[in-house]
Nanobody, 123 residues
Framework: VQLQAYGGGLVQTGDSLRLSCTFSGRPLSSYAMAWFRQAPGKERGFVGALRWGGGSTIYADSVKGRFTISRDNAKNTMYLQMSSLKPVDTAVYFC?????????????????WGQGTQVTVSS
């Protein structure tokens, strides 16, 4: 599985932005997919995750109510819709796939990673 995240950019506080993550091949419905982010000088942190075949979506408390993860099976694409962006959301955003299929907040559960896309929120 190969992943590519894109859609980042420079936005202002309060703006919205949608990230996309496309992947090669068709994932099994049991795969889990997630978004993580890494701010300068900080460890990579969990943003949200879902099971490709359906089911509940989980989010980090810091983004709950502002960010939404969705998927398009036909396009092999996962999205991260971000709204009410804040400067603290500034980070490189990564998408990941986990073959064990359990949406998890731990990056150890994910086997494949995209290269990341930069999101910068100005105040």
């Amino acid at each position: 599985v190969q992943l590519q995240a894109y859609g980042g950019g420079l936005v202002q506080t309060g703006d919205s932005l949608r990230l996309s993550c496309t992947f090669s091949g068709r994932p099994l419905s049991s795969y889990a997919m997630a978004w993580f982010r890494q701010a300068p000088g900080k460890e990579r942190g969990f943003v949200g995750a879902l099971r490709w075949g359906g089911g509940s979506t989980i989010y980090a408390d810091s983004v709950k109510g502002r960010f939404t993860i969705s998927r398009d099976n036909a396009k092999n694409t996962m999205y991260l819709q971000m709204s009410s962006l804040k400067p603290v959301d500034t980070a490189v955003y990564f998408c990941a796939v986990g073959s064990r299929g359990v949406p998890s907040r731990s990056d150890y559960e994910y086997d494949y990673w995209g290269q990341g896309t930069q999101v910068t929120v100005s105040s």
